[in-house]
């Protein structure tokens, strides 16, 4: 309710400015415009490339505008060229060629699920009904933090990696992802990965799942902008110069990756180094948490166009509380999984005080689909009536 209402406010704001902009013109007489207009539209064109082609070198140049007024003149202009250091133009040339060379053709295209757990998969039966009959063409991974999982299903045996210490909000979470795209890239059939945790569920079939991240040419990567506090004002001028406010950006950890980006992660320590340097609890006083802020930063900035910018892993955020809502056995029925997959718009709020929310629909490749494959944070307790679901439905398709 409160959502179709944003949007309809939404709505209403973009009339409003089109009016601004195109005002209907009631005196016919007066529409002739005087050539001052054009003279001065003329001056302020040749201003701008003037300023455009000798662009201010310090802030003294300013002097004929308030501050914040040459504040706004720069962000009209496009961006100066600033110099790149070696590090940046090494990574940026790797990113660049790996992003152009098309991805190897295997002939057994693979879906790498990744789990991050801290022991035990409380999911493991829903899990294996998932991949029951589907050999081939997944490969499984765990990252066990803390205590060596016990299995229910014999697709999850000696499939953990290496493992390190997480600890929540710190980079040591990023580690365990890149330690398991690592592992999870030693096999050239794996071509789409899928970062799981171990409250997640499957909201479809292992087909449905398969031809949506296999057929697709990007990554369902989250990324937004936020401006408030638990955004950019999560950001550290120590970033600078490789990491820009304007291209700080924010998202669920909850990716999957096509295989180049897979390697582009893998090929970058440069950004990456800022992130655990400086996006850490406490910097400068705040909380900045690399998981939800390096990889939305990073695709922001070097791939903009190839990943989707929501997650398809749905949690709900409606109770606005510091976590989302845990799903109890109570919570669980056909209905609530039939509602998360009819979602077919993303949405994005704000942390301001006045909290903007942006909806938009989950397109690829000129296409509005279901945005959500897997859903959080289901617990333990729901695992039997979440088999019944997943029987009923995968026999009803
Ligand atoms: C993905 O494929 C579509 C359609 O073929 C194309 O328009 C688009 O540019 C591609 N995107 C990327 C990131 O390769
Ligand atoms: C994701 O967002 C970026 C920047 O806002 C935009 O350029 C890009 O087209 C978006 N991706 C898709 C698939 O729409
Ligand atoms: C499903 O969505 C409908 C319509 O929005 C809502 O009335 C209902 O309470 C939802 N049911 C569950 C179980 O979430
Ligand atoms: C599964 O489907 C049957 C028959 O349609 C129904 O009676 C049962 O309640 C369903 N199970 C769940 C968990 O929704």
Redesign the pocket.
Known sequence: MKLSKAWRLGHLGMKDMQQMLHPPRHRGGQLKKPTWIIVLVSLVCMFLVVAYIYPPQTSSACYIFSASGCQTLSSWLPPSVRELSDDEVAARVVISNILNTPPMKSKNPKIAFMFLSVGSLPFEKLWDKFFQGHEGRFSIYIHASRDKPVHSSSYFVNREIRSGKVEWGTVSMVEAEKRLLANALKDPDNQHFVLLSDSCVPLHDFDYVYNYLMYTNISFIDSFSDPGPHGSGRYSEHMLPEVEKKYFRKGAQWFTMKRQHALVVMADSLYYSKFRDYCKPGMDGRNCYADEHYLPTFFHMHDPNGIANWSVTHVDWSERKWHPKSYEKKDI??QLIKNITSITESVHVTSEEKAETTILPCMWNGMNRPCYLFARKFLPETLD?MI??FS?YTTKT
Request: net charge negative.
């Open positions: 029925s056909e009536s019944d679901i009923n």
